[in-house]
């Protein structure tokens, strides 16, 4: 079954990603009108460069468990089986 879950896993995972970019697009406007600061402009401060880096990290992640854990609940309800690992104990 695991097999089965790998290519819903793999389009699952690009969702994600375009997802979280998305996101972060959203709220990062909605603090600026300015583009999050790129680590090769000369120009951006360190400060600026690690907020937006810390931002981008900390969306992409959560909205990319949200969509994976989102995916995985709904493989076992339309499969039955749960395609993580193995409960432990």
């Known amino acids: 079954m695991k ?42 401060t360190w400060t600026e460069v690690l907020i937006s880096a810390a931002a981008s990290g900390v969306i992409v992640k959560v909205v990319q468990a949200l969509v994976r854990r989102g995916g995985a609940v ?8 749960w395609p993580g690992d193995e409960p432990k104990g």
């Not at 699952?12 to 970019?21: M, N, Q, W």
Request: charged content about 30%; cysteine-free; glycine content about 8%.
């Open 3 to 44: 097999l089965i879950y790998k290519p819903f896993a793999i389009v699952v995972g690009l969702l994600a990603g375009i997802l979280s970019k998305k996101v972060f697009e959203r709220i990062w406007t909605a603090f600026t009108d300015e583009d999050p600061s790129d680590p090769d402009d000369r120009d951006a």
């Open 74 to 81: 709904g493989f076992e309800r339309a499969t039955g089986f």
